[in-house]
């Protein structure tokens, strides 16, 4: 028998939990939580409770022996900066996050609290893979424009990482040694740069970058600080506005990507332009990011769940083909199965686990 690998995911509404023997998934399941009941909870820590014993729940549902599991593994979160690489959950981490000792709130840091529930009560090793925080940037990626805001390394890692390695085994080479330029299309952008097995650039999809289906992406600076003193809106209004009402949803009223070409093919001219715009604004980003590698790129990497339309990939190369004749399509997001494997390379000895410090 297999090392069983149990990953839990949480995300805005919805927390996926899956099981994996090796690198074979087992189920993957996705809990969709109670809008009112996340909305009664004043802080993202505060649904701790409500999301691990959701998880629980459909475990004992599903009638998973937890004790034949080896690792139990959550989504890390925007933590403090970290390196690449699959960490064990300690003492520091869980008063970290408590204390609210990191970047930003995101559901995705409750996934090593639930992990290290599970875990500590069957006596086996909690870890976390990869997280929001991977920062390898160069010192330049840092500089903003301004010396009292630096740019964050906070991205789309997990994802953009394990099809980078996808992608070096396919093309029969070591991920080290390849350069890649990654565009990760999904409720937020990622555009990222890696160079010989390093993310020394990326897009932050919560600050700046490409508009997407929720997210403004970078925005005029004059005109939105007169947006935010003329509306006086409070701080969390305007974060609410920027990356959870921005991009499609603010010009055509949803997120939707299916609804919106289904509404091109129905000749809705402003769908087809925010459309097209959203893609112009993608492949800006992605020549951007071919000048940090210099143009020395060994592939063009498109994932997430957009990924999945044919009409926006094919859009999309038709502007940035030029870059690189190499294209390599990965749909979906795989973050359960980057979980899985992160924490069994360590099982296997193929990897070291990293402390975090």
Known sequence: MGHHILAINPGAGSTKVALYEDEHSIFEDTIRH???????????????????????????????????????????????PLKSGTYEVNGLLLKDIMEGNYQSEHPSLLGVLIAHKIASNLGIRAYFVDPVSVDEYWEISRLSGLMEIPRKALSHALNVRMVAKKAANELNRSYPECNFLIIHLGTGITVAAHLKGQQVDSSNANEDGPFSPQRTGTLPTIPLLKFAYREGNSYDTLKKKLNRQ??????????????????????????????????????????????????????????????HSGMFVDRLKSWIGFLCPTFLVYPGEGEMEGLARGVLRVLRGKEETKIYQ
Do not use: H, W
Request: charged letters at 25%; a negative charge.
């Open 34 to 80: 109670d809008t009112d009941d996340l909305l009664a909870c004043p802080a993202i820590i505060d649904q701790y409770d409500l999301r691990t014993n959701a998880v629980m729940q459909l475990l004992q549902t599903r009638g998973i022996d937890l004790s034949t599991l080896a690792a139990v593994v959550g989504r890390g979160g925007p933590f403090k």
């Open 246 to 307: 921005g991009g499609m949803l603010s010009y055509l009223g949803t997120d939707d990507m299916e609804e919106i070409e289904k509404r091109i093919a129905q000749g809705d001219k402003q769908a087809d332009l925010a459309y097209r715009a959203m893609i112009y604004q993608v492949a800006k980003e992605a020549g951007a990011f071919a000048v940090v590698l210099k143009g020395d790129i060994d592939a063009i990497i498109i994932t997430g769940g957009i990924a």
